[in-house]
């Protein structure tokens, strides 16, 4: 049973383009959420989907945008990239009809020069 | 605001020096309280889900136990394999999101 899987695992990127990250959940989970993590600090919420929507969003720029696929996975879009948006982008995935547990993938590291 | 503050920053033990982890909040209300284990350049790993004070959950050399206001994880005889950052998380009531401390970043010395 594979876990949460992203991709890509690293890229670089120049200010102002515009970054594609992707995300498979957890066989059988059906909400995804994105975090961005700083270095030497903890994962922050940047927003979570379920069937297909944004259900909360943090405290992140209209630059940031997500989707949602029918079999449940997500893509995280930012747009004119920011030196500041150089991070660890995690996708977590969870089942919501119980109280189950929240699972991270290995992440995509960003890097923008 | 809801808060989560980890102590200490940084912790670091020789190999069987059993310590403990301090993970206290501030939240409107609790839903969940996670423990995570992130190695350098990796995705957080689960460790524990606690949901009510007075709870407690095992795994090998971890013990993870709930109050009102703050958890701990206690590493009993630690190995140099246990070394690596330790996130805690709440789940807060009526929000779908994690609420992360800062981390704890322990090392075993051997």
């Known amino acids: 049973d594979a876990g949460v899987t992203q991709s890509p695992t690293h890229l670089i990127k120049t200010r102002g383009q515009q970054v594609t990250l992707r995300c498979s959940p957890k066989s059988g989970h059906d909400t995804v959420s994105w975090y961005q993590q700083a270095l030497g600090q903890g994962p922050q919420f940047i927003f979570q989907y379920y069937e297909e929507e944004e259900r909360q969003r943090g405290n992140f720029p209209d630059r940031f945008s997500g989707h949602q696929f029918p079999n449940y996975s997500s893509e995280l879009n930012v747009n004119a990239l920011l030196l500041g948006d150089s991070a660890l982008y995690l996708c977590?995935?969870?089942?919501?009809?119980?109280?189950?547990?929240?699972?991270f993938g290995e992440g995509s590291w960003l890097t923008v020069v | 605001e809801d808060q989560v503050t980890q102590s200490p920053e940084a912790l670091r033990l020789q190999e069987g020096e059993s310590s403990s982890l301090n993970c206290s909040y501030t939240v409107s209300g609790l839903r969940g309280l996670f423990w995570y284990r992130q190695d350098p350049g990796k995705g957080p790993e689960f460790l524990f889900t606690?949901?009510?004070a007075g709870e407690e959950k095992e795994k090998e050399r971890l013990k993870a136990t709930l109050t009102k206001k703050e958890s701990f994880l206690h590493i009993t005889a630690p190995k140099p394999e246990d070394s690596a950052t330790y996130l805690c998380?709440?789940?807060?009531?009526?929000?779908?999101?994690?609420?992360f401390g800062q981390g704890t970043r322990l090392t075993i010395n051997p």
């Open positions: 606690l949901y009510s």
């Open positions: 977590a995935s969870s089942y919501t009809g119980s109280r189950n547990t929240i699972y």
């Open positions: 998380a709440v789940l807060i009531q009526g929000a779908q999101k994690l609420v």
